[in-house]
């Protein structure tokens, strides 16, 4: 196993609750929360396995999308695409969706790291650990010419610019911080890319923004 220095380790006292049945069941058992442990790959058969912790060791099997997986780890991103019609997938599909192409078993394809916006929202509200990175901007982003879209958080924007069709490029998190997961990549605007100007329907976003920045303000 690939180890990790942020490996946790699992509290070894043992659990103590006089009542299993109140609150407090957990005794000394402290909520660590998901963390991130650890990868065994097998370059062989090309299988990777990512260690999990949320509150108990836990692992993930990639399996099939194994690759996909490896490929966040190494800042690569690696779709599928069918060898009959050539239809390309990221989120990565096992099977071609063509209904002429019988479900022909895809291969591995490295992307280019730029793609498009599909559609997008503006979040104002979030899990606790993205709340004081609010409002920010979630778009389904076609990659390199992919037939499926990939959600993830675009960065690098105020809200009421993000556009419709907006080319964007994927920006990957430092290697310490990748864990095999989504949240290893983000989307910026593309080199160059400039907002349009201002209009009525921006301008109504960025009122909407204007309370979530303040009461971002007031957080911890
Ligand atoms: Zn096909």
Redesign the pocket.
Known sequence: MVEDKRLHKIPDEPVEYPDKHSNDFRGNVREWGFHFCGYDWDPKDEQLKIYLHYDQLYYWKLAEISKMARGFLDGELWGTQ?P????KFFPPRVN?W?LD?NL?KTGWVKLKPEGHVHTFTVAGWSGKSSLKRLPFVLAYVVIDGCKTAVANELRGIDPWDAEFGMPVKVVWAKPEDRRGTITDFWFEPADGWKPSPMNPEKERIKQLCEPVYEWVKTLK
């Open positions: 069918c009959k019609c050539g239809d071609c063509n192409c022909e």
